[in-house]
């Protein structure tokens, strides 16, 4: 007690890795996030190896054409990015949060659902057989089994990355906390190096390894980023010691969920001045079940005031869909129309299509340091205030941009 009243040991209820109370000044911070930061820009660089040139493999090996290409190369990515959330809810649903991943079956299933996926890419584009044959034109001839393991290569990768990808920006965001005024500035500047790490990886992937894909062989360029992938792992769990770990607190969408069906129900229910979701808290006689509260009939002011605040962030994220649909375009059409173009910078050297994203990283890798150290220090200058940029006014800048 003695030592929690001196500040030794968080008080906020995370734990260690042996699920007792974190120890403050040897858990947490940016003690831990070197392999969260290393993990992050592993495994992006693992996924944009593939994603990168993917759609030049499918039309150029797989003899697909561009539409078919660009439509397979996007329901691939919509699939990877739907698992985050169908996998962050399971994860939740089995009382296991993003800190546990040790004991996390379906977290562990994920990494190595992943490596698996890359694997299997890997040998369908290096074992004879598995790989399409070309004739003398270079055409390529692919039969079904070639295209359908390839396709569970890929489609393993999206799975894995539903138990993987929720995970790792909140568990960053854990190291740090908000009732501290030092770390909760540093929590800010975490998200900046987050943000910068996936792009070093990204940096690999669409110069060194689309390089390799094109002038060395797809074996090489599919291998490398499985390895990353391995390394990702790796460099994640090493950092088990200096975790800290948030206590589960149960699925946030089942509250939110209670509180839809409870407002629904109680619809016929005459409240003053209040707003519809505020009826699931209204106490009826049929709220309880064989004595007990039914969750899906009452729920707590607390769990309306989620809801509504879910409400309100929908509204912001919809602002980012059409630079979403616009931005996604870079890996598809905007690659088809680079193999149009003369990328020779001389008669020896012509840079790969795919690599002309390179103006996209290289942009993200030079401003995220500038904004972190430069620009933040002097945003109440700017604004005249003498907190920093909000989350929201950041974003509003970036979308204007």
Request: with cysteine.
């Amino acid at each position: 007690i003695v030592m929690a009243e001196e500040g030794i040991y968080k008080e906020d209820g995370t734990t260690d890795f042996r699920n007792k109370p974190a120890v403050k000044h040897k858990t947490g911070t940016w003690k831990a996030c070197p392999y969260i930061l290393g993990n992050e820009c592993c495994e992006r660089l693992a996924f944009y190896g593939i994603n990168t040139n993917l759609v030049n493999y499918l039309k150029f090996q797989l003899n697909q054409r561009n539409v078919t290409a660009v439509s397979n190369v996007m329901n691939w990515l919509g699939m990877c990015y739907v698992m985050p959330s169908i996998g962050a809810f399971l994860l939740m649903r089995i009382w296991v949060d993003a800190g546990r991943l040790l004991a996390s079956p379906s977290a562990m299933f994920s990494c190595v659902s992943s490596l698996q996926g890359m694997m299997i890419l890997t040998m369908s584009v290096s074992i004879h057989g598995l790989k399409p044959t070309c004739d003398e034109n270079n055409i390529c001839h692919p039969t079904g089994l070639q295209i359908g393991v390839f396709f569970l290569g890929l489609y393993l990768i999206a799975l894995g990355t539903g138990g993987i990808k929720p995970c790792a920006s909140s568990f960053g965001a854990d190291q740090f906390d908000d009732s501290d005024e030092i770390e909760k500035k540093q929590k800010s500047s975490f998200f900046n190096w987050f943000y910068f790490s996936i792009n070093i990886g990204a940096l690999v992937a669409s110069s060194v390894l689309v390089w390799i894909q094109t002038n060395i062989g797809w074996g090489w360029g599919f291998g490398i980023p499985a390895v990353a992938m391995a390394i990702a792992v790796v460099s994640f769990f090493s950092g088990t010691k200096l975790y800290r770990n948030q206590r589960p607190g149960g699925s946030p969408l089942t509250r939110i969920f209670q509180v839809m069906v409870a407002s629904v129900g109680k619809a016929p229910v005459e409240v003053p001045n209040d707003n519809f979701f505020d009826k699931a808290a209204v106490v009826t006689s049929n709220d309880q079940t064989k004595g007990s509260i039914n969750p899906w009939k009452l729920c707590t002011i607390t769990q309306i005031e989620e809801l509504k605040s879910i409400i309100r962030l929908l509204l912001i994220w919809a602002t980012g869909i059409i630079f979403s649909a616009v931005y996604s375009q870079m890996g598809t059409l905007f690659v088809l129309q680079d193999n149009t173009m003369y990328l020779h910078m001389s008669p020896s050297f012509e840079i790969p299509s795919a690599s002309l994203s390179l103006f996209d990283t290289t942009n993200i890798i030079f401003w995220v340091p500038v904004y972190d150290r430069l620009i933040v220090p002097l945003s109440p200058k700017l604004t005249g205030h003498k907190n920093r940029f909000t989350q929201f006014q950041r974003m509003a800048i970036d979308l204007v941009i």
